[in-house]
């Protein structure tokens, strides 16, 4: 029997570990922290469990990869429906995220009455439906085995540029729409107007309206993931940071703080640049300059009194001005509260709040004492935003408040420069030149969110189902 081991337990290395382990496959998993999680890990602080950085699940749909994931293995994930998965504060305009398309699009033509809406959107809802209806395609686009259809071609062709150009093309050249849309692409695509592929824009785009609440957070899924791997009899070794890897023999010499062991094959599910520092390989360390995450990010956790949020929208995006909250740019804010009845994450009475933005160039190596003159004016700056959006919640009610930064993710997560969220989504990413899980040839296999096709948590399990379809007996 060949002897298989997952660097990393994240969604991928979770998801991947699970699916071979079905198989019959023997696996080892080496997850460097105290507990599984990674991007999409929690922590315990005072009563409290909060989500480290992924709070959100989408698509959830039926045909959505993850759920087919979760029915195989009948994971039960005890998920609440949002009709209005988002409020989004642009501007002056507070705007609400329907999940209904054609609310959505009424509230759209509520706020920008001159666009034309339902041809930008109809256009929009029908690629991304394309897209994640029919994963083959995307597989396809992975093996780049693109059969000549309407499909692939039509797919292709809106590949091959932005999302700019593309509201160029429709004369829309409204600067408060634009804006309202980089905030909405930042998060799933990694990337603006000016630069995303148009492509992968569609999908960014309908992420909201697929978006379900799932109780526990995150963090609870996978945990579930994590217990059916044990129960599959998955080996999975915490604490445990894989240091070095090298070929001897046909077989992968993995050496990690506990020791060495060795291998048939391996899946590392680390950033591209992780991965190249632990296995010496040119092709790895070419591909792994090319291809760099851009962001890390910045997080707030509260657990306060619950002050009666409406249910169905527990997720808020504030865009910023310049200067809001960071000193050089805008962005937004993404809020994510827990449910009042979600007493897995806080007491009765009690709710989570985990808020976080995308932060660019942090200097790592700045001095202890600046650093917390940096974290508590951003906390001050945090409580001001916090108060204008939220004014019934109860800022004397906090009983934890604590902020993460680049520093904290590079530690909980041990990734370079404590990059988060993925390779942007650029034109020039194009998903051909995408990295691929093969691109090492056979036997060492790439997964994870720096990897083809991408970020989040629904990607890296669909990453993880295409390899082990086509790879794996
Ligand atoms: C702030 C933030 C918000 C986000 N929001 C969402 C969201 O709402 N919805 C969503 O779907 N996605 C979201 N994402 C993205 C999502 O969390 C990630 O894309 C996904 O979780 C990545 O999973 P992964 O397995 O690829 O990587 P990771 O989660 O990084 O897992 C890799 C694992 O490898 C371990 N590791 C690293 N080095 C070693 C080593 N040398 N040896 C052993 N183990 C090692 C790490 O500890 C980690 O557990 C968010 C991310 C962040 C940071």
């Known amino acids: 029997m060949k002897r298989i081991a997952i660097i990393g337990g994240g969604a991928a290395g979770l998801a991947s570990a699970t699916l071979l382990a079905k198989k019959g496959h023997s696996v080892v998993l080496f997850e460097s922290h105290t507990h599984i999680g990674g991007c999409g890990g929690f922590f315990r602080r005072a009563k409290y469990i909060f989500d480290v950085g992924a709070t959100t699940l989408s698509p959830m749909s039926e045909l959505s990869p993850l759920t087919k994931f979760l029915n195989d293995f009948d994971i039960h994930v005890d998920t609440k429906n949002l009709e209005t998965p988002m409020t989004i504060y642009s501007g002056d305009k507070k705007i609400f ?5 054609e609310k959505w699009i009424k509230e759209l033509e509520r706020h920008w009455p001159d666009i034309d809406h339902r041809l930008i959107w109809e256009k929009i809802f029908g690629l991304s439906d394309r897209l994640w209806k029919n994963t083959d395609l995307i597989e396809n686009i992975f093996t780049k085995s693109l059969s000549f259809s309407m499909d692939p071609l039509l797919l292709g062709l809106n590949s091959f540029w932005t999302m700019k150009k593309f509201l160029d093309f429709h004369n829309i050249y409204d600067e408060s729409y634009i804006k309202f849309l980089d905030e909405q692409l930042i998060i799933s695509t990694q990337a603006h107007c000016h630069d995303v592929n148009f492509l992968i824009a569609t999908i960014g785009l309908t992420y909201p309206e697929d978006m379900v609440y799932p109780m526990g957070g995150i963090s609870n899924v996978l945990n579930l993931i994590e217990k059916k791997a044990r129960e599959l009899s998955v080996d999975i070794q915490t604490r445990t940071k894989v240091e070095k890897i090298i070929k001897s023999k046909g077989l992968y010499r993995i050496t990690s703080n506990k020791g060495d062991d060795e291998f048939d094959i391996v899946i590392s ?8 520092k632990l296995y010496q390989d040119r092709k790895l360390s070419k591909i792994s300059k090319k291809f760099v995450g ?31 909250l960071l000193d050089d740019i805008g962005g937004s804010l993404f809020f994510s509260f827990s449910r009042h009845d979600d007493n897995s994450k806080a007491p009765k009475g009690k709710i989570t709040l985990t808020s976080s933005t995308h932060i660019e160039n942090f200097n790592l190596e700045m001095n202890e004492e ?22 019934n919640i109860k800022t004397e009610s906090f009983e934890f408040f604590e902020m993460g930064t680049p520093r ?58 295409n390899l082990i379809k086509k790879k794996f007996r």
């Not at 002050?307 to 504030?318: A, D, K, M, N, R």
């Not at 020039?428 to 096709?453: A, C, Q, S, T, V």
């Open 370 to 391: 600046d650093y917390e003159k940096f974290k508590k004016k951003l906390k001050e700056k945090f409580l001001v935003i916090l108060k204008k959006y939220f004014p």
């Open 408 to 465: 904290t993710f590079k530690r909980f997560t041990s990734r370079e420069e404590g990059l988060v969220g993925g390779i942007p989504h650029v034109l020039k990413n194009h998903p051909l030149l995408f990295p691929k899980p093969n691109i090492l040839g056979e036997n060492f296999y790439l997964l994870g969110d720096n990897i083809f096709p991408g970020q989040g948590v629904a990607s890296v399990v669909l990453g993880a189902q």
């Open 294 to 324: 851009k962001y890390s990010a910045l997080t707030f956790y509260i657990g306060m009194d619950d002050f009666l949020l409406p249910e169905e929208s527990l997720y808020h995006q504030v865009h910023l001005k310049k200067g809001e």
């Open 97 to 101: 995220r329907y999940k209904n398309r």
């Open 269 to 276: 599910t680390l950033p591209l640049v992780n991965t190249a």
